[in-house]
């Protein structure tokens, strides 16, 4: 199985090594370079293209009367964890609250202490002025408003297609677009920290957390059949170790969210770390140190991340498994990994995630990670050295990650 996903809204942290830096005073002059260069001619065509596809869907495709289950349901998935899962609500972390007005100090896992993360965390400027602070019900889209992508008018004039298992839909992650960051329970991640430096708005973003259904119905309404979206840990687990208690409103959030891409005729990929990882993995360590690997400390070298992982991994799969044919573990891992550690860490914790879904769980769908490769190639083909230089570069982006997991190596 092929997946390929456009990611929405890229953050600038993640997309640098993608980016070719072009100084304002353009090209340097390389007079080396004595061949003249060819002048092409350059014609003004207005441009056009004919609509193909005549179905246009103003409302979701319909829904199937069935829905397929690839795992069993939370009564009986819950039974595999093999710890008891307690649940809690917490409250909503505002701007300038420094006061913890809570009688529960005493409780480990009590408002006072899921009050003082934010506290401890300290986000700068941070604000909650969007425009929901509760679920918005979806407006129907007119069709007139319906714009289809044109066709692949850059493409190449061969006979190329995508391969018929190929799966393109529309991608976010929740800290690009969901905000809310401090409400409803959930706790701090690495991005609050990382993200907020020149935009306070990453604590708003788009809102998607309260405008998820609106959202829904406009992919589903352009025709889009998978929806590939991001939860985050500190939403389901705000004190994210093992044996700590699961948000109850977290549940309850993606179950509809889940359930509403379901009813929209869509299929709902997740991926359950996409970058924003718990603060506490990372709160004593200097996060803006330069790594040794990828561009942030995510924390993964921590040492209690892989049982942490494995717990939110579990929970996640055995709440919503059943309904979600595609799993991601690992969103680009290299970018966050820091050191070789954090890889170790990686491949220890998707694989054991990965042995649960389907050996414990035997669960029917699909499970992997989203590599990034920021593929290398060699400066002169015909020179041993410069091809080595490229394998060894692509071995550090890729092959330490794919090596052991899909070949194991
Ligand atoms: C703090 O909590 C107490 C008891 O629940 C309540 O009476 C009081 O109004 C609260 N104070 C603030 C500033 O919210
Ligand atoms: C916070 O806001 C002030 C005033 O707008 C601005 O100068 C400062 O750069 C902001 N800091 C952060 C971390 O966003
Ligand atoms: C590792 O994670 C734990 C939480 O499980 C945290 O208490 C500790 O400070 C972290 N270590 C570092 C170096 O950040
Ligand atoms: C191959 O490339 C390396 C590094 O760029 C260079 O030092 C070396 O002279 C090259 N060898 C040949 C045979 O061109």
Redesign the pocket.
Known sequence: MRIAFIAALGLAISVQAQEIYITTTGYTTRPQCTKSIASPSYHFKSFSYSLEETIRYATSMPSPTTTKTYAPAYKDAVKHLKTTVSTSTWGNWLPGQTVINATDKNNPYGQAAWSSLWLNAGL??YTTTGLFSTTVSPTPVPTSELVLPPRDYFGPTDCYNFPNDFIFGVAGSAAQIEGAVALEGRSPSLLEKLA???S?KDYVTDENYFYYKQDIARLAAMGVEYYSFSIPWTRILPFVLSGTPVNKQAIDHYNDLINTVLDAGMQPVVTMLHFDSPLVFVASDNIARHPHIGYANAGYQNETFVDAFVNYGKILLANFADRVPIWVTFNEPLFYAFNFQGVDNVIHAHAQVYRFYHEELKATGKMSLKLNDNFGVPKNPKNNSDVEAANRFNEMQLAFFANPIFLGK
């Open positions: 700068q400027n907020a430096a020149n306070p």
